[in-house]
Each structure stands twice: as C-alpha cells, then as structure tokens.
C-alpha cells in the first residue's frame, strides 16, 4: 500500500521561500518507472501540477512557475521536497505529493494535503 | 502547454444522469484520468485511462473519449455524488501533468 504525507510550515511571510518535504512508503523512487509529483489547489479552486520527480533524477516544471520552484530527492529517506520562493499571498494553498503510477500518467495515491497560507 | 476545459458546473437531480465533459485538442490520443474531490478531503480516482474503472469505484461511474472532448458519465446519480470533478492527462512529450479546471456537481 502506497502513502504519502506532506510536511513543513503552515504559514510563511510573503517573499520567503517555501520548502515542503513529502515522506512516503510503499514504493522507492530508486525503482525504475517510479515518479513522485506535487500539485497544488488554491482555496475554492483546481488542482494545478507545480511538479514532479523521478527514480532517474529527472525532474520536470509547470512552465509557469518554473522559475520559482525546485524539487529534490533523497532515496535513502524516502523523502521528496519541494521549495518555491518569492511566496505571495496568492500562493495560499493546500499542497499535496502524490504517487505517479509506474509508466503511466495517472496519480493512483495522493497525501493528504498541508495548507500553506502566505501572509505577513 | 495543453490546455483541458470543463463546464464550471454542473447540476441534476438524484436519480437522473450527470455528464461531465473535458475538451482538449485531440484529446482522444491521449489517456484521460478523471478524479473525485468532496470538501476537505484529498482527490481521488474514478475513471482512469479513459473508460477504466479503479476497484471500489460504483459502475455508475464511467468514461469516454471522442476527438476533442472526454466525458465521465454518472448514473444514477446519489447525493452523495455531489464533489468536484477534474479530469487529467499525461503530456507524454513533455513529461508534464495537465489538469481541468474542475466541474462542481450538484444534486438537486
């Protein structure tokens, strides 16, 4: 059984950066064809994909927001973190990772979701 | 970037049938996934590869896809329904993931 779980600050002043690390069981991302995503969802809005990782080290980006975020993972922890910098108010969201089904393009687990608000 | 787009919303009364669509070009060569989403809670799959169905998800529950628009269907429809929907593809090429804008069911 696959589970993940989000973790990291609840709230951040706008202009820092973020970093969220998402803890996870069930698979290993040193496993080929394994992939670890994050996506995020505004309050009362969509899901929007931010990005996503995978057991060759191969890393991709929403082009919107490209320039503002980085993923990374640590194999040996079972642990993915994402940072996104320059927060803003409008980045307030709830964060979730999720498990990318091996060689196919559908997410099959998600954690439960960490609501990060940005704020002074 | 691909661009998926759903009807904000969506309304029916209990026992009738819902039809969500997700238009996107030439969206029948790709694979569309379809989630539920009910307040406060994580999504979670419904439909997958088109028409599939994940264990545990009623028959009431299923999906299509025909040139420009993929559609979940939901008979029978049951107040406990009620949830946003989103669909979501794979961008093979660029290794990305697309989602809808979501669509809200109602049960009247």
């Known amino acids: 059984q696959i589970t993940l779980k989000e973790s990291g600050p609840t709230l951040v002043k706008p202009t820092q950066t973020l970093t969220l690390t998402c803890t996870f069981s069930?698979?290993?991302?040193?496993?080929?064809?394994?992939?670890v995503a994050w996506i995020r969802q505004p309050p009362g809005e969509a899901l929007e994909w931010l990005a996503l990782i995978n057991w060759a080290d191969d890393k991709r980006y929403s082009p919107s927001l490209k320039s503002r975020l980085t993923i990374t993972k640590d194999t040996s922890k079972n642990q993915v973190v994402l940072t996104m910098a320059n927060m803003d108010p409008v980045d307030t969201a709830t964060f979730y990772c999720a498990h990318r089904q091996r060689g196919r393009g559908r997410i099959d687990a998600w954690g439960q979701g960490t609501l990060v608000t940005v704020s002074s | 970037s691909y661009v998926l787009t759903q009807p904000p919303s969506v309304s029916v009364a209990p026992g009738q049938t819902a039809r969500i669509t997700c238009g996107g070009n030439n969206i029948d060569s790709k694979s569309v996934h379809w989630y539920q989403q009910k307040p406060g809670q994580a999504p979670l799959m419904v439909v997958y590869d088109d028409s599939g169905r994940p264990s545990g998800i009623p028959e009431r529950f299923y999906g299509s896809n025909s040139g420009n628009a993929a559609t979940l269907t939901i008979s029978r429809v049951e107040a406990g329904d009620e949830a946003a929907y989103y669909c979501q593809v794979w961008d093979i090429i660029s290794d990305h993931l697309v989602f809808g804008g979501g669509t809200k069911l109602t049960v009247l």
């Open positions: 069930g698979f290993s991302l040193s496993t080929g064809g394994e992939t």
